[in-house]
């Protein structure tokens, strides 16, 4: 075991995890995909561009997931669920990392011209400032960095992750002018996990008030794509809106996102079926230390 010590598949106890060695897998595949097709020449004409759409993307998909993770952690009563949290935050650094690498590459190492873009171009003003908010937070993941900061601050510095996965989302949405459809789902999904971290701060994440948070988040979602079409595109943002009744366009981005938030009522309905939890789970499921 102890050559293999280095990989991040060890519990505290130093014994495997087969759960963080599942999550290693997972976070790791896209890139290996991404990099095979890069090699084997099958990203279309512009590859560069093609993977550093995919990377950004994976990037902001994997920090939903470890958004996704503390109420998950509520709700189940699994505290193992938060051995995978640091890896996933850790490897939404990395897409991102490659993402920003990508574009350093695209410009032929020019970095005095990665420089000027970044402060001349909005999108990319947006993208760095994000990027240097994740830097920061996988800078102060470790625990000495816990321990040093103190609980409360690190928390206060941790929660910057939601306006911080507003950020990647407005910047990766500013590319995708027409079509932004994943974008406004993971926007629907990132009001829905902020939905769930005040309702677990008020000890109110049961399963009606979760069914309540999949209505909003529907609802919700729907706005915010009529208002990205209202503002950034000159498309009738009113048809848009109305197409969200009509069943044969299903399933729009509230519809998805919707269905999606719709995951958290059911894992409370269920999760005492297969846990021990306490009944009396759904109050006061903010625990005191680090909740993220
Ligand atoms: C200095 C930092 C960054 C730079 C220079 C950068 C650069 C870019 C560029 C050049 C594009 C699109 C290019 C095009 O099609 O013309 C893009 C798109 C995108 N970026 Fe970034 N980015 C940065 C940070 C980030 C971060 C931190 C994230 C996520 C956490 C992110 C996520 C995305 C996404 C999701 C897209 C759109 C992908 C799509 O819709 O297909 N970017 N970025």
């Known amino acids: 075991m102890t050559s293999l010590a280095f990989l991040p598949v060890f519990d505290r106890q130093g014994r495997f995890s087969a759960l963080k060695a599942a999550v290693l897998i997972a ?8 990099g095979w097709r890069l090699a084997a020449g099958q990203m279309g004409a512009k590859p560069i561009t093609a993977a550093l759409h995919e990377t950004g993307l994976w990037s902001v998909r994997l920090l939903l997931v470890t958004l996704l993770v503390t109420p998950l952690r509520a709700l189940t009563w699994q505290n193992r669920l938060l051995q995978v ?15 920003l690498g990508l574009y350093v590459f695209d410009l032929k190492f020019d970095l005095v011209k990665v420089a000027s873009e970044i402060i001349l171009r909005f999108y990319l003003t947006i993208g760095f400032a994000a990027l240097m908010a994740m830097a920061a937070m996988g ?22 992750i939601y306006p911080l996965a507003l950020l990647t989302l407005w910047h990766g949405a500013l590319q995708s002018k027409i079509d ?6 993971m926007t629907g999904l990132l009001l ?3 939905g769930a971290r005040i309702l677990r701060r008020q000890g109110k994440l049961t399963p009606l008030w979760l069914l309540g948070l999949a209505g909003v988040t529907a609802m919700a979602t729907s706005l915010v794509e009529y208002a990205w079409y209202a503002l950034a595109t000159g498309l009738p943002a009113g048809r848009v809106f109305a197409a969200n009744l009509m069943l044969e366009l299903a399933p729009r981005p509230a519809h998805i996102a919707g269905m999606l938030a719709l995951t958290l009522p059911l894992v409370a309905w269920t999760a005492p079926w297969f846990s021990s939890a306490p009944k009396s789970r759904y109050s006061g499921t ?7």
């Open 139 to 160: 800078a102060t993941s470790f625990d000495s960095s816990i321990r040093r900061l103190g609980a409360e601050r690190w928390n206060r510095l941790h929660s910057l």
């Open 85 to 99: 949290r640091r890896m996933l935050g850790v490897s939404a650094l990395a897409y991102a990392l490659i993402h």
């Open 192 to 194: 829905a996990l902020m």
């Open 27 to 34: 976070v790791i595949l896209p890139g290996l995909w991404i």
């Open 180 to 185: 932004a459809s994943e974008h406004i789902v």
């Open 286 to 292: 903010r625990q005191r230390g680090v909740t993220g």
